[in-house]
């Protein structure tokens, strides 16, 4: 299990694009995937339980990623997060 | 340990608030409410400190039966106590001195125009329901013929396609992807949707579903209680599945044994009729017809019957 540390740093935060791009990514992977913030956690592989998360820009969140490939998946998610999702 | 803060609790009752400057950030954690009588007759043993404190006629009669100096004594050592916030129901009206007593040590005191038992059922209702331990559960939740079924199971496994085909089969959708559960009384569960996720759920290729405009108000419903989990998982060839219904699975959330069914996915298998027949005999078990027992026994006896003399 990995667990990591992530401050979202786009500006609209893990909306609807972000939420689903995130999503989509974490769903190529095997592990399963959780986010948690401000007392919350969800599945990282479902958009309803991630975008209900309603998670702001510079909102810490912890991902957790369990199983064979955790390594690339948190690379993978971490990347994503820190790219700002492609949003200038 | 779930906290409320005393400004929720004054919005949700719409309290006076008697000094404006104290502070209403102060976290309330426990649902029981005191009627401070024996602390006003001079008894302070025994006071749980964390208790919101509400006066009524009893205790503002009882006061005003004593001396002056006597009951402002009475007075000060009770608001020096440490808790929470006072309420004085009935609109009842205090002498200026005390509650400027209790504005000096920033005690927060409020004001209600409801009389004081209906005042306490109501605090009490609402700080069970708030305090309540909770978790948000990745599931799906539907009210099949009456029974909370909790559908779970990996990403992908087809939870949301399930529930999709019980409400088209006339069931009602609860909560899609996340389920905020909630233990409000002992060993029941409470699952709702969370606000913004309320009547949504998604499909993979068709997206986010508004499944109350798409099926009408009788295809939702707020809230449910949970009665049956139904564990959705790919099927394992190397595992034995349940052939009788003998052993009772359980699955725990917040301390709390649900019964639980594994289902196995495989092409072909009809879920949502599955469920719906879970459900349904859920409800037959409950009113007293065991069809396993019942079976066992008639094989049991055929058995008996058979053997040779």
């Keep these: ?88 | 340990m779930a906290a409320l803060l005393l400004r929720e609790i004054v919005d949700s009752f719409c309290l006076t608030v008697v000094d404006k400057n104290c502070n209403l950030n102060v976290p309330v954690e426990v649902s029981d409410i005191n009627r401070p009588g024996l602390a006003l007759a001079g008894y302070l043993q025994h006071f749980d400190e964390q208790r919101i404190q509400v006066i009524g006629t009893a205790e503002s009669a009882f006061l005003e039966t004593l001396s002056e100096n006597l009951a402002t004594e009475r007075w000060l050592s009770f608001i020096n106590l440490h808790f929470p916030c006072l309420v004085i129901t009935r609109n009842i009206i205090l002498p200026e001195r005390w509650l400027q007593l209790a504005a000096n040590r920033q005690l927060p005191v409020f004001r209600t125009r409801l009389a004081t038992t209906r005042f306490i059922a109501q605090l009490t209702n609402y700080l069970e329901h708030k305090l309540a331990p909770s978790t948000t559960l990745h599931a799906v939740l539907v009210d099949v013929h009456g029974v909370g079924t909790l559908i779970i199971g990996e990403s992908g496994i087809g939870k949301s396609e399930t529930a999709l085909d019980l409400i088209k089969r006339g069931h009602r959708l609860v909560a899609d992807d996340a389920v905020e559960v909630t233990c409000t009384e002992e060993n029941v569960l409470t699952g709702t949707a969370p606000e913004v996720l309320r009547h949504v759920m998604e499909v993979r290729g068709l997206g986010i579903l508004n499944v109350k405009a798409l099926f009408g108000i009788g295809a939702v419903r707020p809230n449910q209680k949970i009665h049956l989990v139904i564990q959705l998982e790919e099927w394992d060839q190397a595992k034995a599945y349940d052939r009788l219904g003998l052993d009772e699975e359980h699955h725990e959330i917040l301390g709390v044994g649900l019964p639980c069914k594994t289902i196995p996915v495989r092409p072909g298998r009809n879920l949502s009729n599955i469920i719906e027949v879970a459900a349904m005999n859920y409800r037959l078990n409950k009113s007293g017809y065991n069809a396993v027992e019942d079976f066992i026994e008639k094989q049991r006896k055929f058995c008996l019957g058979n053997a040779p003399e």
């Excluded at chain 1, 990591?4 to 500006?11: D, E, L």
């Excluded at chain 1, 999503?23 to 969800?42: C, G, L, R």
């Design chain 1, 1 to 88: 299990m990995i667990e990591i540390q992530v401050t979202i740093t786009n500006t609209s935060g893990l909306h609807a694009r972000p939420a689903a791009q995130f999503v989509q990514k974490a769903a190529t992977f095997k592990s399963k995937v959780k986010i948690a913030a401000n007392n919350k956690v969800a599945d990282g592989k479902s958009i309803l339980a991630v975008m209900s998360m309603g998670l702001k820009q510079n909102t810490q969140i912890t991902i957790t990623t369990e199983g064979e490939d955790e390594k690339e998946c948190s690379k993978a998610l971490e990347d994503m997060i820190k790219s700002n999702f492609g949003e200038e």
